[in-house]
């Protein structure tokens, strides 16, 4: 099992910057892939960016340039650094984790961009 509790959301002005972080407790050892998604009202949840165990990236297009996913050397801490926030990016953003059996889903951090 893996635990995952995210923190760094909320409210920010349009161009402004936050950084979600995003801790992985249990299984540590499983994991592969982390990632964040993000899910606006009325949306489906959409992927924002992955790293993998090897630090291989990848970003939805609507983030490149702006965000960064990092992950710190014990890969048990994911993070998301947003710049240039856009009121398109409000969502609850959610941390994910991937092992070869499971995926695993924090609570979700509340992101706020006001225009």
């Known amino acids: 099992q893996v635990q995952l509790v995210e923190s760094g959301g909320g409210l920010v002005q349009a161009g402004g910057s936050l950084r979600l972080s995003c801790a992985a407790s249990g299984s540590i050892s499983s994991i592969n892939d982390m990632g964040w998604y993000r899910q606006a009202p009325g949306k489906q949840r959409q992927l924002v960016a992955t790293i993998t165990r090897v630090s291989s990236t990848n970003y939805a297009d609507s983030v490149k340039g702006r965000f960064t996913i990092s992950r710190d050397g014990a890969k048990t801490t994911v993070y998301l650094q947003m710049n240039n926030l856009k009121p398109e990016d409000t969502a609850v953003y959610y941390c994910?984790?991937?092992?070869?059996?499971?995926?695993?889903w924090g609570q979700g951090t509340q992101v706020t961009v006001s225009s």
């Open positions: 994910n984790a991937k092992t070869y059996f499971a995926t695993y």
